[in-house]
């Protein structure tokens, strides 16, 4: 299947700034989202027209009707995609039609049926592991006294005992520390800004890290160069990307000699933690940013402690021969 001409042969390609790729992208706040919707939308090309270099730019999405978008549905459920991978998919698909109705491209009409896709609904476990408390403190360890060790601490205690999203925590910037009330602004999905708390450790571990870093306005965590320098852009401290953060984990977690981990491992541990505590459902929803509580309630580890505790009741039968 190809999306539809988008007009006659020899029609110059559409401008930027009419394009409701680029308008729609331009209207996300983040990096990070528009990273992702990029990709999405890109994906979504090289599916629907083949080409395998083929982007969202210039394509007539303008021109997908009701018949089109639920076709893409199909293609998408089929590519054996998670739920919540192939709807975030849809999602971006149904915010380039509504900026082309923005920009008067497409009727509302046309617009609302091609828009009315039912969302793909499956119910998986949360991706992810626990992150114990000694592979923590194996990775801390294995933090050196050099500029880049005493960042990779305080980033590792920052996700620890925030549970934070790791372009989250690239996004922070040194205004967002409050070490009076030991609490970071973080700004999540939606632009939507939270407060989370630090532990008396990770404020340690935080100001040793500024202590290095300095006082000037930028990123609170920012790539290093071999020679201990920060990456600065205009006088400031650039911040880091999320797969930077990743990096930084596969690395002291390699050379602390555990297995690999990721900020959402560190988020899923954050939130287990909390339910194990006793903590509410809501307050443990407001400190990670979850829109749902239901989405929060997909990490409580109790009702499984509680099953595999049931099973442990049971006794398997010795061996003993048929008479």
């Given at each position: 299947m190809s999306l539809p001409a988008v007009s006659a042969p020899g029609t110059p390609p559409v401008e930027p700034a009419r394009d409701p790729y680029h308008v729609y992208l331009d209207s996300l706040t983040s990096p990070e989202s528009r990273r992702t919707m990029r990709g999405c939308l890109d994906r979504l090309a090289r599916l629907l027209t083949g080409e395998e270099g083929a982007t969202g730019a210039g394509q007539p999405w303008h021109l997908l009707r009701y018949e089109h978008t639920v076709r893409i549905r199909s293609l998408l459920t089929d590519q054996g995609w998670s739920a919540a991978y192939v709807n975030k998919h849809l999602v971006a698909l149904r915010r380039v039609l509504k900026e082309a109705w923005r920009l008067g491209q497409t009727s509302a009409e046309d617009l609302a049926r091609a828009s009315d896709l039912a969302p793909v609904r499956q119910t998986r476990l949360p991706t992810g592991h626990h992150v114990p408390p000694e592979v923590v403190g194996a990775a801390l360890s294995a933090c050196d006294d050099s500029p880049a060790g005493v960042r990779d601490a305080a980033l590792i205690a920052v996700l620890y005992s925030t549970g934070c999203r790791r372009a989250e925590v690239g996004g922070l910037a040194l205004t967002d520390y409050d070490p009076g009330a030991r609490s970071l602004r973080v700004r999540g999905k939606r632009d939507?800004?939270?407060?989370?708390?630090?532990?008396?450790?990770?404020?340690?571990?935080?100001?040793?890290?500024?202590?290095?870093?300095?006082?000037?306005?930028?990123?609170?965590?920012?790539?290093?160069?071999?020679?201990?320098?920060?990456?600065?852009?205009?006088?400031?401290?650039?911040?880091?990307?999320?797969?930077?953060?990743?990096?930084?984990?596969?690395?002291?977690?390699?050379?602390?000699?555990?297995?690999?981990?990721?900020?959402?491992?560190?988020?899923?541990?954050?939130?287990?933690?909390?339910?194990?505590?006793?903590?509410?459902?809501?307050?443990?929803?407001?400190?990670?940013?979850?829109?749902s509580p239901a989405t929060t309630a997909r990490y409580d580890r109790r009702p499984e402690r509680t099953r595999r505790e049931a099973v442990d009741r049971l006794h398997l039968p010795k061996p003993r021969p048929l008479s």
């Open positions: 939507k800004e939270r407060l989370v708390y630090l532990t008396t450790d990770a404020i340690g571990l935080v100001e040793r890290w500024l202590a290095v870093r300095g006082a000037d306005p930028g990123a609170l965590f920012s790539p290093i160069s071999k020679a201990g320098r920060l990456r600065v852009r205009d006088g400031r401290p650039v911040g880091l990307t999320g797969q930077g953060i990743s990096d930084i984990l596969t690395r002291r977690f390699g050379e602390a000699g555990a297995s690999r981990r990721t900020a959402h491992d560190f988020r899923r541990t954050f939130i287990g933690e909390l339910l194990d505590a006793g903590v509410d459902l809501a307050t443990a929803q407001a400190l990670v940013g979850h829109a």
